[in-house]
Each structure stands twice: as structure tokens, then as C-alpha cells.
């Protein structure tokens, strides 16, 4: 199930996915659809699948109510949510559709709320903006002076969905070849060819689904754009379980449009706990799931990085305060009051955290919309954050048809 595909005299493979996270699984899935016979073979540093961000996230699949009309974001995450839930209906996945609120508890982001509801109708998504009563009948703890209630947010276990799909390629044929980090990666007259310390392999072509990492591979194969992955670390608490009935679905602020993260939030998981967060501060590392994680030379990449002393001077109150509730469980705690009061620190747990991989322009300017680049021998997802899992059958199929379309 490790090692080769079936070699050819030109070649070792058909393709090589690069990530053995959801999307790249996903693309390798989607090639596999559109190619049957072909040997894909998907190639991951790590000793399994959902490493990273596949395995470390809220679980939420999202309804597209945040993104703008007509962007990939929008598009994809429409194709993708529904995709998901036929997928997970297949495969016997445990999911639950439990709606969400959006809720504005100051004055000043009623506006804002009005301006989501816009955004969902434009969307497709089904939505309805309700007061201060309707709010209690949903959610009987939450406070705010009104909602937008979206019925059809749900929610999963994106690891699962992972696996489900890393054990679908291979009955489908494809092989995992785990433990290899890919070191070259280069486009050859006859395709390309995929380097690892353990194995040379050529394919007609390459997919660069590496997430955290994609940026290096995209630049190890001569494509480097501008952008580059600035890692942030999102850190969850859970309420604990005495106090899970506080919450029935997910409860959600008004978010800031100036940045793609939605704010700190609750969400009640497919296992019954209720996730607090994430927060969202800069990682000293790419995989840096804790302050002590520091790896240096990410550390020096950054700050040789002028998105980086853009970004901080654009966003630097932002930034300290999401600092100040990593460091202080109290201010987190009074965060999340703000949505449903009564919450204090002795109510939150530690609950791990994931990295998020977000593209930067030079200028500091965070990449919102999911960007590809490529095609043919060589296709890059270079910039695939939050819905990224929602959406990732649909990405799948977007990078394969990328690559498949001089074919």
C-alpha cells in the first residue's frame, strides 16, 4: 500500500499528489474518477493522513454565507457542502446538521448583520434574521440583540471524513507512500518528477496539495508567485461537560470583514462537546501547535518576510488582542460572554489547536479567495484556508480538471 505504482517505460505513475491531507486525497480521488486505470500514487512527510489541518479544525461544515458572490470561496463551498454530506451519507459518517446563529450584541454590528443576510441571499443559503426573542428560542442561554439563523450549518469529524477517503483511493487502486517528505520537484519533457529521500519517482503529472508547505514546493519547482504561507495558530478550549447545555448548535459573532476569520465562537461537535475558539495568533512555526513548538528556521523566514511587517502594522491591535486571550483563559472566557453570559474561565478546558496555512501578498494583504495555480504537468493549491474541508470534494475536482485539461 507504501512504495511504487506499477512502473511504465516512461514512468512510475500516472500521478503524484503531493499531501495526504483532505484536499489532496480529494484531488487524488477526483483524478481516480476521471482517470480509473491510472496509478496515483499521493506522497505525505507524515506517518498517515490528516496530519494537520485536516485533523485539527472545528469539525463545522460550512452553509458559504461569509464569502463573496461569485468568488471560487462562494462557488466551491456550495458544491463542496453538498458533495460532503452525499459522501458521508455513502460512507456511513456520523454527522449532524444543527444550524447556527450569527449574533450582534452591540448595536454598531447590526449593520454588519444585515449586510451577512444580503450575502446569504446572494449565496443561495437560507437564512433569516431574527430578534432578540427568536435568538432565545434557538439558543435559550445566547444574548444578543438579534440573529441571523442559518438552519443548514452542520457539523463533522473531518479526520474521519479523511481517512474515509484515503481508504476509498486505495480500494480504487492508488497507493500512500507516507514517511516520504518530497525534496525536488521538478517538470521533465516527458512530466515531472517527484523527489523524496526515499524514492525518484516520474509521473505524467503533479499536484502540490501541501498545505502549510505549499508555498516551498511551489517555489522548489520554479513557480513561486508572490504570495507566501503565514502560519496562525487557532487554539480551542472546550466548555466543560456541566456546562455543555449552554449551547444547542453553534453560536457565532458578527464577523470583522477586514479579516478572513470569523471570530471566537461555540460549536457543538459530533461528539457532543462544545469547542470554545479559535483564537487566531501567529505561529512560531508551521507546525507550531503550542508557544513552547518553535522552530527556528520558520521563525527567521517570517521575519524576513516584508508581508509579515506589513501585515503587523496594518493589524497590530488585532493581533495583541488575540494574543492577550491565548495567554489568559479569563479573557477568552469574557470573549465568548459576550455571546453567551455567564461563562468564565473555570468553565473552559484545553482542547488543542491547529495551524492554519494563509496566503500573504507582499503588501500584507491576507489572501481571502481560494487561489490554484498551474496546470497540465504541474498544479499548485496555493491558498486553500477555511472552508477548504466544506469545500474539498469540489476543490478536488477543480485541481483535477486543472491538471487533466491538456489530456
Known amino acids: 500500500m507504501t512504495d511504487r505504482a506499477a512502473a511504465t517505460p516512461d514512468r512510475d ?107 446569504a441571499r446572494d449565496n443561495g443559503v437560507q437564512a433569516e434574521l431574527v430578534g432578540r426573542d427568536g435568538l432565545r428560542d434557538l439558543e435559550p442561554h445566547a444574548e444578543g440583540l438579534a440573529a441571523l439563523h442559518v438552519p443548514s450549518a452542520a457539523v463533522v469529524d473531518f479526520g474521519t ?31 515531472v518528477e517527484v523527489t523524496t529521500p526515499a524514492v525518484h519517482r516520474r509521473a505524467a503529472l503533479a499536484v502540490n496539495c501541501a498545505g502549510l508547505h505549499s508555498d516551498r514546493l511551489a517555489r522548489l519547482a520554479g513557480d513561486g508567485g508572490r504570495e507566501r504561507i503565514v502560519p496562525f495558530r487557532g487554539e480551542y478550549h472546550d466548555l466543560v461537560p456541566a456546562r455543555r447545555d449552554l449551547v444547542r448548535s453553534l453560536v457565532y459573532p458578527v464577523p470583522d470583514p477586514r479579516l478572513p476569520f470569523l471570530g471566537v465562537h461555540l460549536t457543538r461537535a459530533i461528539d457532543g462537546s462544545v469547542h470554545v475558539g479559535p483564537n487566531a495568533v501567529l505561529a512560531l512555526g508551521r507546525e507550531s501547535y503550542r508557544w513552547s513548538a518553535v522552530e527556528l528556521g520558520d521563525v527567521r523566514e517570517l521575519l524576513a518576510l516584508p508581508a509579515l511587517r506589513h501585515l503587523a502594522r496594518r493589524h497590530w491591535r488585532t493581533g495583541a488582542t488575540e494574543v492577550a486571550r491565548s495567554l489568559s483563559r479569563r479573557r477568552l472566557a469574557a470573549a465568548v ?21 494563509q496566503a500573504v501578498r507582499p503588501d500584507g494583504t491576507l489572501v481571502d479567495d481560494f487561489v490554484f495555480a498551474g496546470g497540465g504537468r504541474l498544479t499548485h493549491v496555493v491558498n486553500a484556508p477555511s472552508p477548504a474541508a466544506t469545500a474539498s470534494l469540489a476543490i478536488g475536482a477543480e485541481v483535477a480538471g486543472r491538471a487533466l485539461a491538456t489530456r
Do not use: M
Not at 461569509?66 to 462562494?74: D, L
Not at 479523511?162 to 512530466?191: K, N, P, S
Not at 460572554?337 to 496555512?357: E, K
Open 337 to 357: 460572554s459576550r455571546l453567551v453570559p455567564g461563562i468564565g474561565g473555570d468553565d473552559l478546558r484545553p482542547a488543542g489547536a491547529g495551524v492554519r496555512a
Open 161 to 191: 471524513v479523511t481517512r474515509a477517503l484515503a481508504d476509498e483511493i486505495v480500494r480504487r487502486g492508488a497507493r500512500l507512500a507516507f514517511g516520504e517528505a518530497v525534496v525536488g520537484l521538478a517538470r521533465t519533457d516527458a512530466g
Open 13 to 119: 505513475a500516472d500521478a503524484v499528489v503531493i499531501g495526504a491531507g483532505i484536499i489532496g486525497l480529494a484531488t487524488a480521488w477526483a483524478l481516480l474518477e476521471r482517470r480509473p486505470h491510472w496509478s496515483v500514487v499521493v506522497v505525505d512527510k507524515e506517518r498517515g493522513p490528516a496530519a494537520h489541518q485536516s485533523g485539527h479544525n472545528s469539525g463545522v461544515i460550512h452553509t458559504g454565507i461569509y464569502y463573496r458572490p461569485g468568488s471560487v470561496k462562494a462557488r466551491l463551498c456550495r458544491e463542496g457542502r453538498a458533495a460532503l454530506l452525499d459522501f458521508c451519507i455513502d460512507q456511513g459518517i456520523p454527522h449532524q446538521v444543527l444550524g447556527k446563529v450569527v449574533v450582534a450584541t452591540t448595536p454598531a454590528e447590526l449593520a454588519g448583520l444585515d449586510a451577512l443576510h444580503q450575502r
